[in-house]
């Protein structure tokens, strides 16, 4: 309430008097405007310098690494009718000359993930996972056997018919579902 405006009683008029110095306000302001000039000073100067040593040594400045974002490095999709007879897990042995180019071009590095996935068509077997799981295990058998059992960390899954590469069932027109496909991750 102290400052509300109070009737001058010579005049009738409400007057009001000021509780501030003018003087001290406009110096805070001026010291408000030049803190946030230096601040913009320091700015550019900062940038400035960052953009110089970027340009100098670049190899300085920390670049995140996208290698998650691909993390199939080597992916190979072979087709179950060319190594396996129908409603069977035994590998032919013509096609063991196509897994042994697959073998061939498996990395080097021990340590690695190598994944066998086994699919199966809609239409094939009445125990589809059971024969997709067995022919993705005869693979890793026979590549374990050529590259070593303890080279790579050795996965096995058979999908079925949960996974096809068309959605229609009777589709002929379209790609077979009946596949391997072995991935090698990191």
Aim: proline letters at 5%; charged letters at 20%; hydrophobic letters at 40%.
């Amino acid at each position: 309430m102290a400052n509300l405006p109070t009737p001058d009683k010579s005049t009738g008029k409400s007057s009001i008097k000021p509780s501030g110095d003018f003087s001290q306000t406009g110096r805070s302001a001026a010291a408000f405007v030049f803190r946030g000039a230096v601040l913009v000073v320091s700015a550019i100067a900062g940038m400035s310098m960052g953009l110089a040593i970027a340009f100098s040594r670049p190899d300085l400045i920390w670049q995140p690494s996208l290698n998650f974002l691909n993390y199939k490095n080597q992916q190979f999709t072979l087709s179950a009718d060319a190594l396996f007879e129908p409603n069977k897990a035994t590998i032919r042995p013509e096609s063991f000359r196509l897994l042994d180019e697959v073998a061939a071009k498996l990395p080097l590095a021990t340590g690695k993930k190598v994944r066998i996935n086994g699919h199966m068509d809609l239409s094939k077997a009445a125990d589809e996972l059971t024969l997709s799981y067995l022919r993705a295990s005869s693979v890793k058998e026979y590549l374990a056997r050529l590259r070593g059992e303890s080279t790579y960390y050795w996965m096995v899954v058979g999908y079925g018919s949960s996974r096809p590469l068309t959605n229609r069932a009777g589709d002929s027109s379209s790609k077979s579902s009946d596949r391997i496909e072995i991935f090698v991750d990191d």
